[in-house]
């Protein structure tokens, strides 16, 4: 990688001098025709890649302009700045955005490169990361951005380091495909030997009930019957049977509901590390290690397997579960 070093002939500025910095809002969900339109509207949800093409919803002008949504012309930076604090995309169309979102667009283009600033964002995503704050979802704030210094070499200069990167990440993917498949490749042997010890070995092995290896054996709840209500976001993630999937949490269809059933529910509220089971339904007996740095609740639904870390790891667990 390129040397990180700051010259001493680059200015550092204030990234709310340079750069406009826009936030957004929920258009309501009881007015279904916001939700009919062929606008883009971004939530974290959408921010999978570094860039956002498409998004699930689509809304209105009309839903636009009786919300606090803005839209974000293509070609600029959006960044999580709550919900999925960290997370960079670019735009590649105009795109109006939710509440836990900023969008960064440069006031002058001559004197700050779109490329350089996605870059960059993506260097310091930890250092926003250890700065936020809250008592459930952290956060940061709309000045904490604006206060940000950022280096500014030449425009000419932002246009080569933005090359480097790219080439350097490019290569970085490449790597990652190949591993990827050599990874595929080493797990099903690994399987298929596991299998095996599992098949010919539980004679010559001891057992212990599950109860014993576990710090906490439980289950969600619903949060219907609570009066808890499902929101967008802000929320708490709220995991069901559909998100665990066979060693994988599946997040492809995010729900969240209200904060405060945290408070409620304390029992269903998830640590990293935990072993999920599906316990009633179709899915029964799929099962994944729960491993996301967020807050999130199980429903009923789903089973807390909480390891008791001097007897058993989640992996050996979750191995026991995958192959019995």
């Avoid at 809250?134 to 380091?161: H, S, Y």
């Amino acid at each position: 990688m390129m040397n990180t070093n700051i010259k001493t002939n680059w200015q550092s500025h204030r990234l709310g001098d340079i750069c406009n910095i826009i936030g957004g809002g929920t258009p309501s969900k009881s007015i279904h025709k916001y939700y009919a339109g062929n606008i883009c509207w971004a939530t974290v949800r959408d921010m999978k890649n570094d860039v956002i093409s498409d998004t699930e919803f689509k809304i209105t002008p009309e839903a636009i302009k009786n919300s606090a949504a803005n839209i974000i012309p293509e070609n600029n930076v959006i960044i999580a700045t709550r919900v999925g604090l960290g997370k960079i995309c670019l735009l590649k169309n105009d795109t109006a955005i939710n509440q836990d979102l900023k969008g960064i667009i440069p006031k002058n283009k001559k004197i700050i490169s779109v490329p350089y600033l996605f870059h960059w964002f993506k260097n310091i995503a930890d250092t926003i990361v250890e700065n936020g704050k809250g008592a459930t979802v952290q956060g940061v704030t709309l000045n904490f951005i604006k206060d940000l210094e950022i280096p500014l070499p030449p425009i000419r200069e932002q246009k080569r380091i933005v090359a480097v990167l790219d080439e350097e990440f490019a290569a970085v993917g490449k790597a990652k495909e190949n591993a990827e498949k050599n990874l595929a490749n080493a797990r099903e042997l690994f399987e298929s030997y596991l299998q095996n010890v599992f098949a010919n070995s539980s004679d010559r092995w001891g057992k212990r009930k599950l109860g014993d290896l576990c710090n906490k054996i439980t289950k969600g709840s619903s949060p219907n019957w609570q009066g808890i209500k499902y929101v967008d976001s802000p929320g708490v993630l709220f995991i069901t049977s559909e998100n665990v999937g066979e060693n994988e949490i599946i997040l492809k269809n995010r729900k969240y509901v209200e904060e405060h059933f945290n408070v409620s529910d304390k029992k269903s509220i998830l640590q990293k590390g935990d072993v999920l089971t599906n316990i009633v339904g179709a899915s029964i007996g799929r099962t994944a290690i729960f491993t996301l740095d967020e807050i999130a609740n199980i429903n009923q639904a789903v089973c807390i397997l909480r390891c008791n870390p001097s007897v058993v790891s989640p992996t050996d667990l979750y191995i026991w579960k995958f192959f019995s």
